[in-house]
């Protein structure tokens, strides 16, 4: 039995256990939750980073962060079904991810600018670089949203990862992303559709 540390909150996390679900790993992971802020934490003795997703699988080794974890399951289900193996379309996903990954690091760190510094010591030049991020992501990706192709079986690491960074700023800034970018909706919508795992998997609180 594989062992995943988690938050429920966690974007990232929520790419693992996504990528879990549509590769039939469901009841072969444990959940822990883990909390990246208390020093007294397994967590960092297993990611020296103290960081989540971890997944610790039998053996005792501990794999980190979610892009690989989600490389991992894939080769573990056989390869070739979330990472693509043609090279295009696998730089593609990967590029895709990366992206995707960008804008959940800039939601992120402005979420923890307001959790940790008081509002009269925030940085606005911070926020905005953060947001400039998130914004040009976005309207490269609303004008070509990536396929969902119905030929294609699952989604690839690439559209896992857009699913959680649109899924996580409706968490957590109130679905602003959505007036501006009707297509990203549309194509929410139709991934939502074809993954029960992302409702299963929606943050609470």
Known sequence: MMIL???????????????????????????ERADTTDPND?????????????????????????????????????????????????????????????????SILTVYEGRFRKPETHEPN????????????LAVLEAAPPPLDPAQPLPDVGQIALACALGYRDFRFAGGWRGEHPRLVAWLDNF????????????AG
């Open 5 to 31: 540390r988690f938050s429920p909150s966690s974007p990232f996390v929520r790419k693992v256990r996504i990528a879990a679900a549509l590769l039939g790993f469901d009841n072969a992971i444990t959940l």
């Open 42 to 106: 397994s967590l960092r003795r297993i990611n020296p980073l103290g960081k989540i997703p971890v997944l610790i699988i039998e053996d005792g080794s501990a794999i980190y962060d979610s892009r690989v974890i989600l490389d991992y399951l894939d080769d573990r289900a056989g390869g070739g079904k979330i990472v693509p193996w043609q090279a295009s379309k696998r730089l593609a996903a990967l590029r895709l991810q990366a992206l995707c990954d960008g804008i959940l690091d800039a």
């Open 126 to 137: 911070w926020l905005d670089l953060q947001a400039g991020k998130v914004a040009r992501a």
């Open 192 to 203: 939502a559709a074809r993954v029960p795992a992302f409702a299963a998997t929606k943050p």
